[in-house]
C-alpha cells in the first residue's frame, strides 16, 4: 500500500484558531508529518478557499517549515473529494491509504470521510482518533463531538471495510 497523509486546515502550531484539545492534536499531528518525512510518503495539505469566520488568513497558513515543498489544496466546500485537483493527484500518485487528520470542524472532516468512501472507494482512510479537533458549539461541547465522531467513525467502520480508527500513537509507530 502506498499511504498518503492528508491535513484538513493545518496551520502554524502556534496558532489555535479557537479549536479545542489543541496541543494534544497538534502533537499528534506533529508527530505523523515527522514520521512521514522520515519514509518519504506523500503529505497533502487542504486548506479552505472560502471564509466562514474562524478560517486562519491566508498569509498565515502552513508557515511551519515541516510542510514546505508539499502539495497544497483548496476546498471551496466541506468535502475536498468534491476538488477534481486532489482526486487527480491520489489517483496519479497510486495513493491507496489515507490518513485524514488536522484542524477542522466536525461537518469538514466528516464531509472529507464520506466524499472520500463515495468518490474513491478504492482507498482505505484510517482516521488518527486523537488527530482531529473543533470548536464548541450552541449543543455541545468541541470534546464530546470528537468523542461521538470517533465513536460514528468505529461503528461505521463495519459497513465500510476501508475505514478504520486508530490511535495517534499506533500510526506514528506504524510509518
Not at 4 to 14: D, M, Q, T, V
Not at 18 to 23: L, R, S, Y
Not at 47 to 62: C, K, Q, T, V, W
Request: aromatic letters at 10%.
Amino acid at each position: 500500500m502506498k499511504p498518503a497523509l492528508l491535513l484538513l486546515n493545518y496551520h502554524n502550531p502556534e496558532q489555535s484558531g479557537g479549536f479545542t484539545n489543541f496541543p494534544q492534536v497538534s502533537d499528534t499531528i506533529e508527530g505523523l508529518i515527522l514520521s512521514f518525512k522520515e519514509d518519504k510518503l506523500p503529505i497533502l495539505s487542504v486548506h479552505d478557499s472560502f471564509s466562514n469566520g474562524y478560517d486562519i488568513p491566508p498569509a498565515e497558513l502552513n508557515t511551519d517549515k515541516l510542510l514546505e515543498n508539499e502539495p497544497q489544496f483548496w476546498k471551496n466546500g466541506l468535502n475536498c473529494f468534491s476538488e477534481k485537483s486532489i482526486t487527480t493527484y491520489i489517483r496519479e500518485n497510486k495513493i491507496d491509504e489515507l490518513l485524514v487528520c488536522g484542524f477542522s470542524t466536525e461537518k469538514s472532516m466528516a464531509a472529507t470521510i464520506h466524499g472520500g468512501l463515495m468518490k474513491m472507494p478504492e482507498l482505505s482512510i484510517t482516521i488518527p482518533e486523537d488527530g482531529h479537533s473543533t470548536r464548541h458549539n450552541k449543543t455541545m461541547t468541541a470534546s464530546r463531538m470528537i468523542e461521538r465522531y470517533n465513536l460514528w467513525w468505529k461503528l461505521a467502520s463495519d459497513s465500510y471495510e476501508n475505514l478504520s480508527v486508530s490511535s495517534g500513537e499506533y500510526l506514528m509507530e506504524r510509518f
